[in-house]
């Protein structure tokens, strides 16, 4: 699978995945969380509020995927 075929997707993804914005290869690491938008560490990405965007280019999470070799 390359890393564009999953896109989009939220479903499935393991509790300790991290994701990267597609747009500006910023990752998402559930173990750090978001400071800037006040997530608190160990929160999945599944589990980011709807309104949730990339904090590095405003992308939102249908952007990102999952880095390479993880679920």
Do not use: H
Request: aromatic share 10%; hydrophobic share 35%.
């Amino acid at each position: 699978m390359s890393g564009f075929e999953n896109f989009g997707i939220r479903q499935d993804i393991g509790e300790r995945t991290r994701m990267e914005c597609g747009i500006c290869w910023t990752v998402y690491d559930p173990v750090l969380g978001d400071q800037v938008a006040q997530i608190p560490p160990g929160t999945s990405f599944a589990a980011l509020p709807a309104d949730w965007t990339c904090p590095n280019c405003d992308a939102a999470q249908t952007k990102f995927m999952m880095v390479e070799g993880e679920n």
